[in-house]
């Protein structure tokens, strides 16, 4: 497998035998596309092609398709053991060099652009000034710097814990300074495993929630909700967040109203299910596997479901949660996806052009179209029919 990086001064005619565009049914054949200054100027058939003296790059009998984007991560955990993590965030050496690794490995896997989740020691900010200055080769990354919480309540390693809104506007002011192009708020606790639904206390009143939205997105930043139970996700809905994050427990009545308000949902079934993947899985008692892997069907069938109502669903691992390793768990969470019943379409949407949005970068990635940068993964076969060809790329390009 290749990675080629491009730069914005690079002027390169790709010559493709299939490509898929990240939006149409079908894939299309024998196309060529015209990249100037690290940027799609022109697509068109090869036989309508014209070579123009910039240097030709051929991949025979390869589907180009956008690169796949994880929507929801954390870059500043490593999925592998949550204290060990904390217990290095003060070790600037280490952690540039565990980010680095992350980094990546999500290339490796074809993950040219990634959000991050937020963390207290804002890592994720440096990671993507690290990616934005070349000192390390990474995916795009759409920073949250630390999460907003309430002072007493889940999300200690997230953000600080903040009691009224003059906590609210510095923390903010700050993130924004800082180069934050979203926030995240955390308006529930975690799924407990002791009892069957059972979810964290909700953090915010409602009118708290409304103005938090309504602060950042006056200064136009998109809002992530982590939000478990119905009842915080009717809230983080009302409040008019951007994005649910986990969306557990989700009633039929709550996802139509998802839909109808155009909101995204990425719904990290990878987070819940993987716990037992990992060497610590024999912590869980009995009963509490049996309540993981329930939680895990409920919401296979939640997805089906929200998929039939129109609910715009986005593929995020949540990596750096126990068991949900970098870049390899982006293909558990498609396998999930498909298990959900979703069409292998709908499942490849979710995980570039939607992606792509619920990331607010829509206008520079997600699909292959005129004007939008070159972030592409090249498989040999045809995606639409067989989701699992994206497990023997061939090649990632990107910017």
Same mark, same amino acid.
């Given at each position: 497998?290749?990675?080629?990086?491009?730069?914005?001064?690079?002027?390169?005619?790709?010559?493709?035998?299939?490509?898929?565009?990240?939006?149409?049914?079908?894939?299309?054949? &024998?196309?060529?596309?015209?990249?100037?200054?690290?940027?799609?100027?022109?697509?068109?058939?090869? +036989?309508?092609? %014209?070579?123009?003296?910039? %240097?030709?790059?051929?991949?025979?009998?390869?589907?180009?398709?956008?690169?796949?984007?994880?929507?929801?991560?954390?870059?500043?955990?490593?999925? &592998?053991?949550?204290?060990?993590?904390?217990?290095?965030?003060?070790?600037?050496?280490?952690?540039?060099?565990?980010?680095?690794?992350?980094?990546?490995? !999500?290339?490796?896997?074809?993950?040219?652009?990634?959000?991050?989740?937020?963390?207290?020691? /804002?890592?994720?900010?440096?990671?993507?000034?690290?990616?934005?200055?070349?000192?390390?080769?990474?995916?795009?990354?759409?920073?949250?710097?630390?999460?907003?919480?309430?002072?007493?309540?889940? =999300?200690?390693?997230?953000?600080?814990?903040?009691?009224? &809104?003059?906590?609210?506007?510095?923390?903010?002011?700050?993130?924004?300074? $800082? /180069?934050?192009?979203?926030?995240?708020?955390?308006?529930?606790?975690?799924?407990? !495993?002791?009892?069957?639904?059972?979810?964290?206390?909700? $953090?915010?009143?409602?009118?708290?929630?409304?103005?938090?939205?309504?602060?950042?997105? +006056?200064?136009?930043?998109?809002?992530?909700?982590?939000?478990?139970?119905?009842?915080?996700?009717?809230?983080?809905?009302?409040?008019?967040?951007?994005?649910?994050?986990?969306?557990?427990?989700?009633?039929?009545?709550?996802?139509?109203?998802?839909?109808?308000?155009?909101?995204?949902?990425?719904?990290?079934?990878?987070?819940?299910?993987?716990?037992?993947?990992?060497?610590?899985?024999?912590?869980?008692?009995?009963?509490? &596997?049996?309540?993981?892997?329930?939680?895990?069907?409920?919401?296979? %069938?939640?997805?089906?479901?929200?998929?039939?109502?129109?609910?715009?669903?986005?593929? =995020?691992?949540?990596?750096?949660?126990?068991?949900?390793?970098? =870049?390899?768990?982006?293909?558990?969470?498609?396998? !999930?996806?498909?298990?959900?019943?979703?069409?292998?379409?709908?499942?490849?949407?979710?995980?570039?052009?939607?992606?792509? $949005?619920?990331? =607010?970068?829509?206008?520079?990635?997600?699909?292959?179209?005129?004007? *939008?940068?070159?972030? !592409?993964?090249?498989?040999?076969?045809?995606?639409?029919?067989?989701?699992?060809?994206? $497990? *023997?790329?061939?090649?990632?390009?990107?910017?």
């Amino acid at each position: 497998m290749k990675i080629l990086r491009l730069d914005h001064q690079t002027n390169l005619d790709l010559l493709v035998d299939y490509l898929w565009d990240g939006e149409s049914p079908v894939l299309h054949s &024998q196309m060529a596309l015209l990249i100037r200054r690290g940027q799609i100027e022109k697509i068109v058939h090869q +036989s309508e092609y %014209q070579p123009s003296g910039a %240097q030709q790059f051929r991949l025979p009998n390869l589907t180009l398709l956008p690169g796949l984007i994880d929507a929801h991560v954390h870059l500043a955990l490593d999925g &592998q053991d949550f204290r060990t993590s904390l217990n290095r965030w003060p070790d600037a050496r280490a952690m540039a060099s565990v980010i680095k690794k992350e980094l990546g490995l !999500f290339l490796e896997y074809g993950i040219t652009a990634i959000r991050d989740g937020s963390d207290g020691a /804002g890592w994720n900010l440096e990671a993507k000034k690290w990616v934005e200055q070349a000192h390390y080769p990474g995916p795009r990354i759409v920073a949250t710097g630390k999460a907003f919480r309430k002072k007493g309540y889940y =999300g200690s390693f997230l953000g600080p814990g903040l009691t009224g &809104q003059e906590d609210w506007k510095r923390l903010l002011n700050d993130m924004v300074e $800082q /180069g934050c192009e979203q926030v995240k708020i955390i308006v529930s606790g975690l799924i407990t !495993f002791r009892k069957w639904g059972e979810v964290g206390p909700l $953090q915010f009143s409602t009118d708290e929630l409304r103005y938090l939205v309504k602060e950042a997105h +006056s200064l136009g930043l998109k809002v992530m909700a982590h939000a478990n139970s119905d009842a915080a996700i009717v809230q983080a809905l009302e409040a008019g967040v951007d994005s649910i994050e986990h969306g557990y427990f989700a009633s039929k009545e709550t996802l139509k109203r998802m839909a109808d308000n155009g909101t995204f949902w990425v719904p990290t079934i990878a987070a819940v299910v993987n716990r037992l993947n990992t060497s610590k899985a024999e912590e869980y008692s009995p009963q509490e &596997q049996d309540i993981i892997k329930r939680t895990y069907e409920d919401q296979l %069938q939640k997805i089906a479901q929200a998929h039939e109502l129109g609910v715009r669903l986005v593929v =995020g691992t949540d990596a750096g949660a126990p068991g949900v390793y970098h =870049g390899q768990s982006f293909l558990d969470e498609l396998a !999930f996806f498909r298990s959900a019943g979703l069409p292998t379409l709908a499942i490849l949407k979710a995980a570039t052009s939607t992606g792509a $949005q619920v990331l =607010g970068l829509e206008a520079e990635l997600g699909t292959i179209t005129r004007g *939008k940068l070159p972030y !592409f993964i090249a498989v040999p076969g045809n995606p639409l029919a067989d989701l699992d060809i994206l $497990q *023997k790329l061939e090649m990632v390009i990107y910017l």
